[in-house]
């Protein structure tokens, strides 16, 4: 007898790829939800699992913010006692947050099988708190579920055996392709005012919000975008204080909104003339709807959305450039990166069929 599939999930991006995971599981899986609550803001979790169709969680950890190692620590005890409680027989995690490495080391020591969907990503920079939760997680993963292919043989050169990587796509784009027709880009316009044509941008990695100093520069880079037209932000709740110090909403052309639902966000992302952003998962989305895409760090753990999509990676200082050229150039159509076809979820559940129960 097996105990539970348990998702671990934390934040934003765990939701939306998850989602066709746990429905391609329904059929035949016992299956539990474990919220962490590292976002807690409900406009950043909870209305997520109501617009993707996702069960209600089992369980809401509700650890919060706090500093990684605080939040790490707190994350580990309420997912330890859970996984005692529950005794899963696999646990899966998503993407590279705080929860994901949480997850994976208390199953580790427990013993419970792991499966990390998004193995395998990198950006070779160790600075990052993802990077290492990345790496972390994938040592300590029985099944590495890949999402590109230059990810297999990150993880091979790692020392991670054969038969532990399984390349099945994107399921983040599963949801993506799923709720196109909802994407409503007209009802978001009317909603916040906005332009015909705008920018939008998301900004939240450490390294651009967390120095005071870096975030007057950012300001001033989109500040210069918001001259060519209007930017519109919806701001993540990290490292608002900051951005809110340094001006953000000075400029008159800036329109500063709070975190969008998923519906409502990918909506604005597919009517924009251009995307900035420091996030991950954006870098995939605007690949596949075909927004240029000025992403604002010096790496990336996608380059395959440079090789195939529409992603660029600027400094602050090229930004404003990069944003001219975005906005004067002619549409183009990305390449589809391969196995990005809206079927990666029944492709995880079956990988991970095959690990339990043959």
């Not at 790490?72 to 859970?82: C, I, K, N, S």
């Not at 120095?211 to 209007?230: I, M, S, W």
Request: glycine share 8%; with cysteine; aromatic share 4%.
């Amino acid at each position: 007898m097996y105990g539970p599939i348990a998702h671990v999930l934390g934040a934003r991006p765990n939701f939306v790829k998850a989602a066709p995971v746990i429905d391609a599981l329904a059929a035949d899986a016992d299956q539990v939800t474990i919220h962490t609550g590292q976002h807690y803001d409900a406009r950043m979790s909870e209305i997520f699992f109501d617009q993707l169709g996702l069960p209600e969680p089992d369980v809401n950890l509700g650890v919060g913010s706090g500093s990684h190692a605080a939040q790490t620590a707190a994350l580990m005890v309420g997912l330890e006692r859970e996984f005692l409680d529950r005794s899963p027989a696999l646990a899966v995690v998503y993407g590279d947050v705080n929860s994901t490495i949480a997850a994976a080391l208390v199953a580790a020591k427990l013993g419970v099988p792991v499966a990390h969907v998004e193995a395998g990503l990198r950006s070779f920079d160790m600075t990052m708190p993802e990077e290492v939760n990345r790496r972390l997680t994938d040592q300590l993963s029985d099944l590495c579920l890949v999402t590109s292919p230059e990810a297999v043989g990150h993880l091979a050169r790692e020392g991670v055996a054969a038969d532990r990587i399984h390349l099945v796509g994107n399921p983040m784009i599963d949801t993506l392709l799923r709720n196109l027709d909802r994407f409503d880009t007209a009802a978001v316009r009317a909603a916040h005012g906005l332009p015909d044509r705008y920018v939008l941008a998301t900004v939240h990695r450490p390294a651009n919000v967390d120095d005071p100093d870096t975030a007057r520069a950012l300001v001033r880079g989109l500040h210069q975008v918001a001259e060519q037209a209007d930017l519109v932000i919806p701001l993540h709740p990290r490292g608002r204080a900051v951005l809110h110090a340094a001006g953000l909403d000075a400029h008159p052309s800036v329109r500063v909104l709070d975190p969008l639902g998923y519906l409502e966000f990918i909506a604005a992302v597919r009517g924009a003339a251009a995307v900035v952003t420091d996030s991950g998962g954006l870098q995939e989305e605007t690949t596949i709807l075909g927004v240029p895409c000025l992403t604002i760090r010096p790496n990336t753990e996608r380059p395959i959305t440079i090789t195939h999509g529409t992603n660029r990676l600027v400094s602050v200082d090229e930004l404003p450039s990069a944003a001219r050229k975005a906005l004067d150039a002619a549409p183009t159509t990305p390449r589809t990166p391969p196995l990005w076809d809206g079927k990666a979820g029944p492709r995880i559940a079956e990988v991970i069929r095959t690990h339990l129960f043959q």
